[in-house]
């Protein structure tokens, strides 16, 4: 294919200028040099769009490495607590069969004895992972933090006397007193729970910067009141009709920086942290921070589950190693932009270098010429890389406007960076040109070598 063009041209010679053999620069069909410049032009700017494109995109991966959470999580792990079905253990180390440790449990307690004997056993663990060397917070929440597991909640606002409650929706997690200081979340007004709040299931909220700015703009959201449908009694997936959700009234008491509290590229419009008694089925998840590796820690608490009852069963997972797994897929997508971004500088250069040695080729002549009347070596460079980078320069432009119509695919990948990335379209713009001023150089300057004597009988 990309010796179509070329065959169809030479398949229609002109026999007057063959014969005359006039193949120096004064004699050059125009169409050829017209074809092979345009050629050079579409390498380059093709280039530049997949440059354009890697770049932005390598620029994102290191975006999402160093984005701010909003939260610290290094050495800091979550432990899913759950129970083992009886049949995954052993008769003799069977709790309900007289087993060590365990609250035994005869057939026909139904689910809800269960779900307490879970939440008391989730309690014992995390009173002796607070008992353990080098730990330093343990909290417990019912969703883990940059797990994707969050979702929203119904949230209403009291109206001005008269008129209707506005029903909203919001992000939240039911959280302890000490998550704030296990993930390190900073508060920037008010307080955070106490944990007489925390183990009375006290009314009172906790929300992000963003949910105040939103809720009440220009306004203190201290002691606001903010009707949440996730803290009634009854439950808001129980309810087909929402507009008779019971919304259990929250006070608001303490206002924290906005965080990403579901994936690290979603940044929450709005967060609610509610209070999670200790005793609550639904906090599934310990939080733990560590004052070093948690590697150690981690360990342990395999160990300490079965030791407090064999059918307790937890899984242990760092939060980073998390962040790790939603970054792979921008990892990879840099990668291969940043493949075929070079490839085709590969094959531009290649190009563009190819077709300064074939002018200098032809024009072999015009050169002995000039330099027999006194040109100079830098003359006859800067005569080749004038043409060279009018070239590049047309590329280039035609290249950043094929980059920002490419750019606009990549906005659903892009975290907190613009499509028209200045840094990004100035640096590839600058990189390319230099490349392309290399590519014309190495064949100029051959050119200045040239003997007059010998490139005027040159045929």
Same mark, same amino acid.
Request: aromatic letters at 4%; proline letters at 4%; glycine letters at 14%.
């Given at each position: 294919?990309?010796?179509?063009?070329?065959?169809?041209?030479?398949?229609?010679?002109?026999?007057?200028?063959?014969?005359?053999?006039?193949?120096?620069?004064?004699?050059?069909?125009?169409?050829?040099?017209?074809?092979?410049?345009?050629?050079?032009?579409?390498?380059?700017?093709?280039c530049m769009a997949l440059l354009l494109a890697a770049g932005l995109l390598v620029r994102n991966l290191q975006r999402v490495r160093t984005i701010d959470t909003g939260m610290n999580t290094k050495n800091v792990f979550a432990v899913a607590v759950g129970l083992r079905a009886l049949s995954e253990?052993?008769?003799?180390?069977?709790?309900?069969? %007289? &087993?060590? /440790?365990?609250?035994? *449990? !005869? %057939? &026909?307690? /139904?689910?809800?004895? *269960? !779900?307490?004997?879970?939440s008391e056993l989730r309690r014992q663990l995390a009173d002796r992972l607070r008992a353990m060397p080098g730990v330093v917070a343990v909290s417990q929440a019912q969703q883990q933090p940059l797990s994707g597991g969050m979702g929203n909640t119904g949230v209403t606002l009291p109206g001005q006397p008269g008129e209707t409650l506005q029903q909203l929706e919001a992000r939240f997690n039911f959280v302890s007193a000490e998550y704030f200081e296990t993930l390190a979340i900073p508060l920037t007004r008010g307080r955070p729970f106490t944990a007489q709040e925390v183990n009375a299931n006290a009314p009172v909220v906790v929300i992000s910067e963003a949910t105040a700015q939103r809720y009440w703009p220009g306004a203190d959201p201290l002691s606001k009141q903010l009707g949440i449908a996730a803290g009634s009694e009854q439950p808001e997936s129980d309810v087909r009709d929402k507009a008779a959700i019971a919304y259990r009234q929250y006070e608001v008491i303490g206002v924290t920086r906005d965080a990403r509290s579901r994936w690290i590229w979603d940044k929450d419009e709005t967060f609610l942290y509610m209070p999670l008694p200790p005793t609550s089925p639904s906090g599934?998840?310990?939080?733990?921070?560590?004052?070093?590796d948690p590697a150690p820690v981690m360990n342990m608490v395999r160990g300490t589950a079965t030791t407090i009852d064999p059918l307790l069963r937890v899984s242990v997972r760092r939060i980073e190693e998390t962040l790790a797994l939603q970054m792979a897929p921008f990892r990879a997508i840099a990668w291969l932009s940043g493949v075929l971004g070079i490839l085709a500088l590969l094959l531009a250069s290649i190009g563009l270098y190819g077709v300064m040695s074939f002018v200098v080729t032809q024009r072999t002549r015009e050169i002995g010429i000039?330099?027999?009347?006194?040109?100079?070596?830098?003359?006859?460079?800067?005569?080749?890389?004038?043409?060279?980078l009018k070239l590049t320069a047309i590329g280039v432009v035609c290249g950043v406007l094929g980059g920002a119509l490419i750019s606009r695919l990549l906005v659903a990948v892009l975290i907190d960076l613009s499509t028209l990335d200045p840094v990004?379209?100035?640096?590839?713009?600058?990189?390319?040109?230099?490349v392309a001023l290399l590519a014309i150089l190495v064949p100029a300057r051959r050119a200045t070598k040239v003997d007059p004597l010998v490139a005027l009988r040159y045929e």
């Open positions: 294919g990309a010796g179509l063009a070329p065959a169809l041209q030479a398949s229609k010679p002109e026999l007057t200028r063959a014969l005359k053999d006039e193949g120096s620069t004064f004699g050059q069909h125009l169409s050829q040099a017209r074809l092979r410049s345009g050629l050079v032009v579409a390498q380059i700017a093709v253990v052993p008769a003799d180390r069977d709790p309900r069969r %007289g &087993g060590r /440790g365990g609250v035994v *449990d !005869a %057939g &026909g307690s /139904g689910e809800k004895k *269960d !779900a307490t004997r879970e599934q998840y310990l939080m733990v921070r560590s004052d070093g000039r330099v027999a009347l006194g040109a100079e070596p830098v003359d006859v460079v800067r005569m080749f890389l004038v043409q060279g990004t379209f100035i640096a590839v713009s600058v990189f390319l040109t230099v």
